[in-house]
T-cell receptor, first 117, second 115 residues
Framework: GAVVSQHPSWVICKSGTSVKIECRSL??????MFWYRQFPKQSLMLMAT?????????EQGVEKDKFLINHASLTLSTLTVTSAHPEDSSFYIC?????????????FGAGTRLSVL | AQKITQTQPGMFVQEKEAVTLDCTYD???????LFWYKQPSSGEMIFLIY??????QNATEGRYSLNFQKARKSANLVISASQLGDSAMYFC????????????FGTGTRLQVTL
């Protein structure tokens, strides 16, 4: 397997503040990481693909200026929710792709529950 | 059209019994990958098993096996000898060629293992 660490696991913030979430691959290098959002009792929705050393690729409908992604190293990607509002409250989960022949399995972090007051 | 369809929102299985979670997919690609993940109430997504479209044999990982029927476009997960700790949401996902490894997830099946 492979280990992906996500921090913090839970954050409460005031409306208008920014929140940074970190995603680290602990025992493998990941040129590609992914950020998802999950609403209660729903499936995962891909927000963006984070590529090491280049700009992230955002899915349609995701505001890139609101959800800033930085993938500065082969083991770390960060998601910053800027000027957070209550509607941004959600479960955010990252994954890191481990290249292994044709498999390229995504290993996930434990997720971050964001509550914006 | 849905790319990944999981028709069972919830399933119950008795401890030590086997259970099959259904997944059908839709793609016109010849090369693709199919995945199953488990999400306990804690929220983490745990990788269970992978099946490549060109793999001739069904994938197996311990108590998990994938019943891959390519012509029917189905990739059902079979859990043998269910345990209480298997209670969780289970998501089927597909990766298509040329999508930079992006995964498309189904809506999930909630499995409850009972005594």
């Amino acid at each position: 397997g492979a280990v992906v660490s996500q921090h913090p696991s839970w954050v409460i913030c005031k409306s208008g503040t920014s929140v940074k979430i970190e995603c680290r691959s602990l025992d493998f290098q990941a040129t590609t990481m992914f950020w998802y959002r999950q609403f209660p009792k729903q499936s995962l929705m891909l927000m963006a693909t984070s590529n090491e050393g280049s700009k992230a690729t955002y899915e349609q409908g995701v505001e890139k200026d609101k959800f800033l992604i930085n993938h500065a190293s082969l083991t770390l990607s960060t998601l910053t929710v800027t000027s957070a509002h209550p509607e941004d409250s959600s479960f955010y989960i990252c994954s890191a792709r481990k290249a292994s022949g044709s498999k390229n399995i995504q290993y996930f972090g434990a997720g971050t529950r964001l509550s914006v007051l | 059209a849905q790319k990944i369809t999981q028709t069972q929102p919830g399933m119950f299985v008795q401890e030590k019994e086997a259970v099959t979670l259904d997944c059908t997919y839709d793609t016109s690609d010849q090369s693709y990958g199919l995945f199953w993940y488990k999400q306990p109430s804690s929220g983490e997504m745990i990788f269970l098993i992978y099946q490549g479209s060109y793999d001739e044999q069904n994938a197996t990982e311990g108590r998990y096996s994938l019943n891959f029927q390519k012509a029917r476009k189905s990739a059902n997960l079979v859990i043998s000898a269910s345990q209480l700790g298997d209670s969780a949401m289970y998501f089927c996902a597909m990766r298509e060629a040329g999508t930079a490894s992006k995964l498309t997830f189904g809506t999930g099946t909630r499995l409850q293992v009972t005594l």
